[in-house]
């Protein structure tokens, strides 16, 4: 599977199929801060993603001054 | 995954909920949440006039759809920051927010630093070596707090979130900032002439639920981080917060609701002792000095070589 990241904007393949919790458990990525989405929908994390997807991670954490 | 409400299946989950709603329930969820804010905490009164900081950010659109669904009537300004040049960040997300504001027909101000102060972000932080942030932060309060004064609004909304809050509340604490602390309020009052209230409906509300509003709401945001925000302590606590409620679901609206329920009084002290303001001689504008901050810097900026 094809996984898009943001900020900076990258992908990673990952191989075979996976639940959208095993890819994050992968990648090292905690849940809370991020969305995972496929065509446009959001995924849960017992969703399976299989190879031939692309999932793009969107983080969610947002910073800066007194925003 | 089924929703809790009506079996269907889910679209999100919610694990300091204990949680998972379909696309329409989970709507239905954030709008009771806002509403019970403004409610618990007396945010909004009938017949104000409401102004919403917009960022074009997730927060402040998601807030301004909530707001504009449960019949709030609230106009946005958008501050541009000259983040970017001319095809970078601000404009990226002026242009989200103006669109956002067209679809629904609201009413969208847009203040430009560098057109009506002078200067923009990039150049305040080089000129005044300070991180970018700072008086990015230093700016926005005030020009907020200007146009809401000026445009005549009782109310100044600002789509801080739980996990803003919460990593707020855990920097000062873990620094004993006593003044801040006691300053961290879901209202802040309107103390002294010039000053407009703020409020924060979306306190309940973390980060990874207003992103998702977003995307199942079909709003398109700014999605990309502020270039220069690089290295920001608010970020990393936030960080610092999700490795801890990853393990333990609801740490964050436990640490920053318990503060507000049980703890925040007895700060109030520290911070009203600190209070003295008078006017400041350029702007009028309430300040402990006798230029504000932000005088002071526009100063500053108008009298580079």
């Keep these: 599977m094809k996984v898009v990241l943001r900020n900076p904007r990258r992908e990673l393949e990952i191989e075979g199929d996976a639940s959208v919790k095993d890819v994050l458990k992968r990648l090292d990525i905690i849940p809370e801060t991020v969305l995972v989405i496929r065509d446009g929908e959001l995924l849960l994390k017992t969703d399976l993603v299989t190879d031939a997807d692309t999932i793009e991670l969107r983080p969610v954490i947002s910073g800066g001054s007194t925003r | ?305």
């Design chain 2, 1 to 305: 995954m089924k929703c809790k409400v009506c079996r269907e299946p889910a679209a999100i989950e919610i694990r300091r909920h204990h949680a998972v709603f379909c696309k329409d329930h989970f709507f239905e969820h954030m709008s009771r949440q806002v509403e019970r804010t403004i409610h618990d905490f007396t945010m909004l009164e009938p017949g104000e006039k409401i102004l919403l900081g917009v960022s074009g950010g997730k927060d402040s659109l998601a807030l301004w759809d909530l707001l504009t669904d449960l019949g709030y009537e609230v106009d946005g300004v958008y501050i541009e920051l000259g983040i970017g040049g001319e095809e970078g960040y601000s404009s990226g997300s002026l242009q989200l927010a103006e669109q956002y504001a067209k679809n629904r027909d609201l009413n969208l101000q847009v203040v430009d630093l560098a057109t009506d102060y002078g200067y923009t972000i990039p150049e305040a932080a080089a000129e005044t070596r300070r991180v970018a942030c700072s008086v990015c932060g230093l700016s926005k309060r005030y020009v907020l707090n200007r146009v809401a004064h000026d445009g005549g609004y009782d109310v100044l909304v600002m789509g801080h979130n739980l996990d803003d809050e919460a990593a707020v509340l855990m920097g000062n604490t873990l620094n004993w900032n006593l003044e801040y602390i006691g300053r961290q309020r879901p209202v802040l009052p309107a103390t002294k002439e010039g000053l407009v209230r703020k409020v924060k409906p979306l306190l309940r509300i973390a980060e990874r639920e207003t992103a998702a509003y977003c995307v199942l709401k079909g709003i398109d945001y700014e999605v990309d981080e502020c270039p220069l925000v690089g290295g920001n302590t608010g970020i990393r606590m936030k960080e610092w917060l999700n490795v801890i409620e990853s393990e333990r679901p609801g740490t964050k609206q436990r640490f920053l609701f318990g503060f507000l329920d049980r703890v925040s009084d007895q700060f109030a002290s520290a911070h009203q002792e600190e209070v003295e303001l008078n006017e400041c001689s350029n702007c009028g504008q309430p300040t402990t000095n006798e230029l504000c901050s932000f005088c002071l810097l526009q100063g500053r900026m108008a009298d580079r070589g």
